[in-house]
């Protein structure tokens, strides 16, 4: 069964990926172009010359006229220690074992979220991060409306709806999302700075060692200028990526060892988003991403989430999910030496019942049981 | 693992097909719709009133039309014992097997064929049948032309190309084409009489019991009225689907104990396409056909071949092709009791290398193995 599996990470490469990098369109594609060659196949891709028209493109970068136009408003800001917020943490009480935190979110004044956007370092006290996978952009941020399209019409026309939820997204060099896939069609336009994807599609799902992790939380304390992580009460378990891509000099080999088919497997599909651009990320596929700031210390990306097709490829990712692929692990065991372990595992967050579950996820573009659904 | 397989057959129905018979359109959809809505999710739909305006509609049933224009100009004739060609038959020196058997096919002139498809019953030496899967509109019957539209608009423009192929079919009630898939995206118009599809998705793959099959052919000799049967010099294999959905009444038992999975799995899909109306058969869709004639005793449909895309939806099939399926069989031994066996089996006639192979095959809508590739 390993062998099949992995004959399809290939298949899939060879005849619909192709072994080079991600297309890269030079204007907006038709609706038809975009559903036949990106949609249907289940295939990424870059628009440039897609948003230039709009006004944001050259009002944001401009952190005077944001300050100017949300002022003081409320947003809802996310505090993690070191930029890495919904992704994997020793857990608070066991640390040998990890648990699924998410950030500490205040309701803050923009201009006040915006200066410790710009401050968060690695020396400081915690890295703030503005995002909300709420719809946030047509609610906390109405203001910047007339800025940016509310959709994007070909997208829009090709998928043959509006968006569900339109998300804002400003952050600086620490703000990272891990691994993780969404039950969307994501059209991820960059306003300024860079962003970093690294892709891989649902048929690698494997490959990302897919596990239930307890959810957490960080509690900041103002007072303190200290996290607490406390777990979530009731209890309750996020399906996640157990992958981190780009593992510490220090913990690589183990990470190596631990999740041997995604270190020794096909690479992740790289692609650098820029200012002005779009990035087709199409549903199910896993996605990682870091990014870079501009001139004022600021990344800015807004995506436009719609409803994917819950059809014959989204029951062949289920029934691909379903299967338990026999990991030969390497562990280090007490005594120094190497055992060989065999995990035998499948994967279990997705199933019928996740889809009348579903509800906005907190997770940057995740869906995966956060806050509501899957657990 | 059977389990698995059999959620996604049931999946499959859940999200996308639904249990409803197939989406009947009043009117051609637009190419994105088509796209969207069938293509894409890889779901058949019939669509009335899309061919009205084609002199065929009107000038086809009067055969006198058909005689007057194709006078006695050479078209390929099928003739098999009792119309069943490109199906499975007890092999010639081992009955108790079987074999793959292609038609007798001669060339005739059209008004000596027309005669012999209507005067075609149980009691006549043969049955004929104008069927051939060679572009064969474009080339035997070119003086049609002008009766139909050379593609279908709102399919080539949903799929960006023009059909690779047109077929022309006049058979009579004994005609019936035996269960296969094409890797072609199908286009199926009925001009007169009535055609019967029995559907199933390609996750039913397991379903279909296919299997390498000697191949045979039909030899028809005129001086006899006899067919003799001879396996294929060399020697070659044809995957073929097992199963025959409408067994006679003394086999019954028999075959629905060799073919469980079909017997006892989900109906297939029943569709009876009208004089009139195009059928949109989806690439790797598994069909049976059969007809009912018009007044005159025919039934005439003509089918368009797109290319099909082979992307992560074909990936998956071929995965899910791969996998051994542990199926029970009951099997009665010669003292009469039933033992249980098990019968594990992985298909095999898909790979990549049959795209490279891919040519015109030659059953009805057929391409697996036949002719040129996959065995």
Redesign the interface.
Known sequence: ?EE??Q??WE??R???LGVTPIDRLHAPPT??QF??DY?????PCIISNAIHHWPATTLWPSTSYLLHTLSSSAVSLHLTPIGRADSLTPHPTTPSSLCFASAHVQSTPFDEALMFIRNSNQHSKFVAYLQQQNDCFRSEYSSLAADCESDIHWAS????CLPEAVNLWIGNHLSETSFHKDHYENIYAVITGEKHFLLL???DVHRMYIRDYPAAHYIYSQDTGEFALELDDPVRYVPWCSVNPYPSPENKEKEVSKFPLFFEGPKPFEVTVNAGEILYLPSMWFHHVRQTPDGSGLTIALNYWYDM????????????Q??HYSSPLHTPTLDGLKHEESCSYACTCNS?KE?NAKTYPASEDATDGLNNSMS
């Open positions: 069964m099949k599996i004959t399809l298949e899939v060879e005849l619909s609706p038809l559903l036949r949609i249907s196949p289940n295939k026309e090709a998928i043959g599609p649902p048929t097709p819950f059809d014959i490829k989204y029951a062949y990712f289920n029934f691909l379903s299967i019928m889809l």
